[in-house]
Structure formats: structure tokens, C-alpha cells
């Protein structure tokens, strides 16, 4: 994928960020590191999201360390050393010139010096240093990160030294995208249209699910696209009732739905698009009422969007939608049974992160990006049906941003096995 941000952008939320620093303190951002997969096999690699958003550099075992004291600020960006042997095997080391074209940083220096940097900026605060860092943890199993083990290493050395997470700025800051941002969005989504498109014309009963993915995988590489945002879900048949199934190993029989759960990247950013349709191009009577419903729900929570807005406002209109839908069709006597059919939020940020850092309970603001991504998923009829796009929040409302992607039944059903 080709650079498309100036440098200015980096350098603009590093200032940003920086402004928000206290005095007599550090800010230090991991790249990250390659994973072993087996053996001497590793896995591809991925940068620290956040380092990249303040960086745009997407190379591994680099640091980044903002310093803040007596109100002047510094940048300092730790590359790795140039080593001939190693170039012959996996090329070369970022230089200084291509790491300043890319970030806008003017300050370079290598690895085994940053360690004693940071020791030499934490004695000249004489005590009463901050060390701020992504302290950012999903699930209690999982490894240390970076940031962790030097917390905790830090904290060994210098016992005065205070240990923040900077999240809450990441946060703030990641939440509301720029222009820039919204083009890499939109470039995303545009790829995952041409690439839903392309699993329908060649949709047909008897189909691997991965045969579907196949024909993804194909329009996705065929952009440059190497890194997916997330696993791709195709789910058929009561496959579908199943909100995280990534198998895609299953056959698509007649007359069953197939939900898709999918999105591009460009440049890190993810789209996030979700479509239901039927594998033979057309829909009963009742996969209708049931996509509808769903399509309602979706449509009445996308006019709910605008600034002041909360995440949990847009879910509780999306459940009164399926609620008063689900009590019409008979499916359920009272509104307490919803979660039998519906039992995820509505929306999500969107950004770098597919599910994108955000603070939960913050209001909408202009900028900022998320999904609405209603479903019904009743097992019992081997029926799951969700419909997502990606919409952008404006100052009187919201725009879709994925609107040319079809979801009209009529639209859907005219594209499925139509190869042109």
C-alpha cells in the first residue's frame, strides 16, 4: 500500500499528544516485535497501532520516546543499526532519511542507546518523573506487552519514578479522525465493495464457504492489501447464529443465507462491512421478514446518529426496532426475550483497530467514525442475519460512508451468481 498521509499529519498529533504531557515527563511507544510461529518461522509483522499513529512507520523494534521537561519538548526515534550480514537475509534497516520522510521526526538515534537515555532524562528530573506508556490489555492471559515488561523493569530501576497510561490521551485523540483518516476509510471500504461484489457473481449452492473466501482473499491482494483487519466471517446456514464463527469451512446448501462479516484495509485503516444473502439469489418469504426487520433496525439507528450521542443511546434504539419487530412476527410474547435473538452492542469505533480504542461512555463528536451493525440470529430456523456499514459522524447528522454497498433485497438478489 502506498503512503498517502504528509508527514505534517505525524507531526501534528505528536504536538497534539505532547501538549497534553505534564512537565518532567516521558512518553516511550513500542513498534513491536515479530512472534514466533514454530521453529525459526515467524509471523508477519504488525505494528503497535498507536505507534504507528504517531509515526506512521511500520517496522519492528523501534522506540519512541516524547521527553517533556522545563516546558521544551524533544522526539527522539531508536532505530536499529545497520548490519550487512543480516541485510543479505532480510534487507535493510530503516535509515534516519526514510524514518524522517515518513514521521516528520528530526531526531534519530539507535537502540543501544536508549536505555541510557531514558536513565539520563529521568535523573535530570532529579525524582519527579512521569513514564507514560500504552498500557493497553484485552484479556487477563494475555502475554506481557513491551510497554509491560519496561513498566515493570523501569519501575525496578528508578523506584521514585511514576508509571502512567497514556490510553486515555491515545484515546482522545484516536477517536476523532482527520481527512486523511476518512480517505484511508473510504479506500478501505471501497475495496471490501469490490470485493463483496465479486463473492456474489460467483455465488452458487454447493459452495465452500472458503471457496467465497477465496474470491475475497483474490480482490483484496489484487489491491495490495496483505494484512486483514480481522479474520473474515462466512457464515452459512445456522453457521450464521454464530457471531464470531471464522471456520469458513462449511458447505452453503439451497436455501440457506450466508452472512458476510468483512473488511479491507488501507494503510492499517479498517473497513468493516457486514451483508446477508442468499446463496441461490433468492430469499423466502421469511428470510425476508427477518431481513428486513433487520434492515429497519439498522436504518432507524443510522438517523439516530449525530454529535451528543452515546454508543448505548443508538443500542436502545436498535432494540426497541427488533423488539416491536420480533413481538409483530410472533417470535417473541415480551420485550425481556430479545436477547434470545440479539445479544451484541450496535457500535463500535472505528480506525487503525477494527473495534478501534474509544472511550465507551464519550458523547459522538464531528470526526468520528463507527459502525451500526444490527442482527437477529435464531438458531432454531438456522437463520443469523447482520447488516453493517461504516458511518462517519458530521456536525448536523451522520454520512454513511459504505452506502454504495447494496442492501436492498431486490439490489442483493440481482447479484448473486451474476458473473459479468
Known sequence: MTLIMDSKEFVNRRQRLAEKMPDHSALVLFSGVLKTRSGDDKYPFSPNRS????????????????????????????????????????????????????????????????????????????????????????????????????????????????????????????????????????????????????????????????????????????????????LPIIASGINATVLHYEDNDQRAEEGDLVLLDLGAASNYYAADISRTFPVNGRFTERQKEIYQLVLEAESKTIEAVKPGVTLQQLNEVTKQVLTDGLLRLGLIQESSELTKY???????????????ISDHSAVLQPGMVITIEPGLYIEEEAIGIRIEDDVLVTADGCEVLSSQIPREIEEVEGLIGKKE
Open 51 to 230: 505507534f504507528y499513529y504517531l509515526t506512521g512507520i511500520a517496522r519492528s523494534k523501534l522506540v519512541l520516546m516524547i521527553t517533556k521537561r522545563g516546558g521544551i519538548v524533544t522526539e527522539t526515534l531508536f532505530l536499529q543499526r545497520s548490519n550487512e550480514l543480516e541485510a543479505k537475509w532480510t534487507g535493510a534497516v530503516l535509515s534516519d532519511q526514510e524514518a524522517r520522510k515518513q514521521s516528520g521526526i528530526e531526531h534519530f538515534d539507535y537502540l543501544d542507546e536508549w536505555l541510557p537515555s531514558f536513565g539520563t532524562f529521568v535523573r535530570r528530573c532529579e525524582g519527579k518523573c512521569s513514564l507514560y506508556l500504552d498500557l493497553y490489555r484485552d484479556q487477563w492471559s494475555d502475554e506481557p506487552t513491551p510497554a509491560e515488561s519496561f513498566a515493570e523493569e523501569a519501575q525496578k530501576k528508578y523506584r521514585t519514578l511514576q508509571i502512567q497510561d497514556a490510553g486515555p490521551w491515545l484515546k482522545e485523540l484516536r477517536m476523532v479522525k482527520s481527512p486523511a483518516e476518512i480517505v484511508e476509510i473510504k479506500r478501505a471500504i471501497a475495496i471490501t465493495d469490490e470485493a463483496i461484489r465479486r463473492m456474489w457473481s460467483h455465488a452458487r449452492p454447493g459452495m465452500m464457504e472458503y471457496e467465497l473466501e477465496a474470491h475475497y482473499d483474490f480482490t483484496l491482494k489484487s489491491h495490495g492489501v496483505r494484512e486483514l483487519p480481522y
Open 342 to 356: 440479539y445479544y451484541h452492542g450496535v457500535s463500535h469505533h472505528l480506525g487503525l483497530d477494527t473495534h478501534d
